[in-house]
């Protein structure tokens, strides 16, 4: 089972991209989602997460106002819209899945992508030129 991200590519800055992860092998109407990316010589970093039901979503403060996050369901897919993007977005974007939905205090949060995050597939490169 395994998890596939799409749609990255080249943009200027202030461009859009849609990225999409889709599954194989399952369905992922009863995993948390999340977005993930890592840029060279960077550590992996979370960029945003999405509950299971759809009705939460959780995104990191560089991204926040900028991207969004949401799935179909139907389609067995995820979807992240990302807008005004910067150089500094620029990096392998990774989609993966987790079995919990985590909420502290009632805000939801994506949780630890080493350990509550799995059917890491290949990313997709995003570039944004300046």
């Known amino acids: 089972v395994q998890l596939q991200a799409s749609g990255g590519g080249l943009v200027q800055a202030g461009g859009s991209l849609r990225l999409s992860c889709a599954a194989s092998g399952f369905t992922l109407d009863y995993y948390a989602i999340g977005w993930f990316r890592q840029a060279p010589g960077k550590e992996r970093e979370e960029v945003s997460c999405i509950s299971s039901s759809g009705y939460s979503t959780y995104y990191a403060d560089p991204v926040k106002g900028r991207f969004t996050i949401s799935r179909d369901n139907t389609k067995n897919a995820v979807y992240l819209q990302m807008n005004s993007l910067k150089p500094e977005d620029t990096a392998i974007y990774y989609c993966?899945?987790?079995?919990?939905?985590?909420?502290?205090?009632?805000?939801?949060?994506?949780?630890?992508?080493?350990?509550?995050?799995?059917?890491w597939g290949q990313g997709t490169l995003v570039t944004v030129s300046s």
């Open positions: 993966a899945a987790s079995n919990r939905n985590i909420y502290y205090s009632g805000t939801y949060y994506c949780g630890d992508a080493r350990t509550d995050f799995g059917s």
